[in-house]
């Protein structure tokens, strides 16, 4: 068989096709791209956290609790404290610990480093991160946790301050 210019392009073009067409059955996604892919698609339904109230003075947040028969959720931390920041990710997002939060406690936040914060730290003698009080309107604390604790644990401590 002689091998004309027509030929010698047809097998060329052809080894060319068959080339491109094995290249794009291997180059399908790994199982961890699909995932990656269907949660772009579909992101993940948005948690709700804990609703803070900051860099609200001391008293006024005394009075709402007053007001609205409820105790003080305070949440004392550190912009540098990893467990901090942690329980912030993890369990003030958590579902069931949100919503009875945001339901039964008046929720605040406080960093230890403003004058307030420092002036709070002192008052109630917190010296590790996290440190979670439960205060009543009158300012008494009813409950202390130091460090951090999952969801489970705040739920659980949540429901022995003020139980449904």
Same mark, same amino acid.
């Given at each position: 068989m002689?091998?004309?210019k027509n030929t010698s392009f047809l097998i060329l073009l052809l080894g060319i096709v068959c080339t491109?067409?094995?290249?794009?059955?291997?180059?399908k996604p790994s199982p961890k791209e699909q995932a990656q892919k269907t949660e772009q698609a579909s992101p993940k339904q948005a948690v709700a956290p804990i609703q803070f109230i900051e860099n609200a003075p001391f008293d006024s947040i005394r009075m709402l609790a007053a007001k609205e028969g409820k105790i003080i959720f305070a949440d004392f931390h550190?912009?540098?404290c990893k467990p901090c920041k942690e329980m912030e990710q *993890?369990?003030?997002?958590?579902?069931?610990?949100?919503?009875?939060?945001?339901?039964?406690?008046?929720?605040?936040?406080?960093? #230890? *480093?403003t004058?307030?914060?420092?002036q709070l730290?002192?008052?109630?003698r917190v010296y590790d991160y996290p440190s979670l009080l439960f #205060?009543?309107?009158?300012?008494?604390?009813?409950?202390?946790?130091?460090?951090y604790i999952d969801a489970p644990m705040l739920l659980e401590f949540g429901k022995d301050v003020n139980p449904l």
């Open positions: 002689k091998c004309t491109v067409y094995a290249c794009g059955l291997t180059m550190a912009d540098w *993890k369990v003030f997002t958590d579902p069931a610990v949100a919503n009875y939060f945001n339901k039964h406690f008046i929720n605040y936040k406080i960093n #230890i *480093k004058p307030l914060g420092k730290k002192s008052q109630y #205060i009543d309107a009158t300012g008494e604390t009813q409950l202390t946790s130091i460090g």
